[in-house]
């Protein structure tokens, strides 16, 4: 896949808390991911096929291995983005370490 820079949108990753309440961990980039994204260290892309609830196939999109769902500090049932392996220092560590393939 071809990398470009972009911003992120909701970012503040740097903090232990980010705007909005969130915790540092929340991914602050725009999803789907475009097809050329390399502004995260620990962006690994891959292709999500999502389907419907009776299982019809929708269109594809790319996501991040690290990405998943985190529960909103203090909010019952509400949800965000958030990377699996941390804030913005822990994923520039962890790119380190390891190197896309």
């Not at 992120?8 to 740097?14: C, K, L």
């Not at 969130?22 to 999803?31: I, N």
């Not at 594809?60 to 983005?81: D, K, M, S």
């Not at 220092?89 to 390891?98: G, I, K, L, V």
């Amino acid at each position: 896949m071809a990398r470009r820079e972009t911003a992120p949108t909701g970012g503040g990753d740097e903090r232990t808390q980010a705007p909005g309440g969130l915790p540092a961990d929340v991914c602050g980039y725009p999803r789907p991911f475009p097809e050329d994204f390399a502004d995260c260290p620990a962006f690994r892309g891959e292709i999500y096929r999502p389907t419907t609830t009776g299982y019809a196939a929708l269109e594809p999109v790319i996501t991040c291995t690290n990405l998943e769902a985190g529960p909103v500090p203090r909010h019952a049932a509400r949800f965000y983005g958030r990377c699996r392996v941390g804030d913005a220092e822990a994923r520039r560590r962890w790119a380190a370490d390891h190197p896309p393939q």
